[in-house]
């Protein structure tokens, strides 16, 4: 049990301090942004959760290669939380040098670009996986 609320409390410090979130001021109204599970507008993070609902999916140590108004690539680490039966934060397994593809952006506030859907390719044992899914 101890190690679980270790666990939850190292992600929980690295979603607080591994994102990074730069004010709407510095940057053009028609950039892109990705939402944090708080609702925080971030743009180039580093770290962030995917599935707000359970954390069972996220990136971590992602650089940017490209961050626009209609796109955003990078490459990252993806944690996956094995959810069957139930998620088991303690298990996370990741992935290194998953792509990253931020897409469909929809707008919000009248300017603000956010992010609607990523892409995930990455390969395991050898053999190449792609998921795709909208952001919530």
């Known amino acids: 049990m101890r190690r679980i609320l270790l666990v939850v409390a190292a992600s929980l410090l690295l979603s607080a301090c591994g994102s990074v979130s730069v004010a709407s001021h510095e940057l053009p109204a028609n950039h892109g942004w990705v939402l944090s599970c ?3 507008r971030l743009s180039e993070p580093s770290f962030f959760i995917l599935d707000c609902a359970t954390s069972s999916l996220l990136m971590a140590d992602t650089t940017w290669t490209s961050w626009g108004a209609r796109t955003a690539t ?8 094995p959810c069957t039966p139930v998620c088991k ?10 792509d990253v ?3 469909d952006p929809i707008t919000v506030d009248g ?3 956010i992010f609607h859907h990523v892409t995930l390719s990455y ?5 190449h996986y ?3 899914r909208s952001l919530s």
Not at 89 to 98: E, G, K, L, N, R
């Open 38 to 40: 708080s609702k925080q």
């Open 74 to 81: 990078g490459v990252g680490r993806l944690g996956v939380v």
């Open 89 to 98: 934060v303690a298990s996370m397994d990741f992935y290194p040098h998953t």
């Open 101 to 103: 593809t931020l897409s």
């Open 111 to 113: 300017d603000a670009r």
């Open 123 to 127: 390969t395991f044992e050898g053999k």
């Open 130 to 132: 792609t998921l795709s």
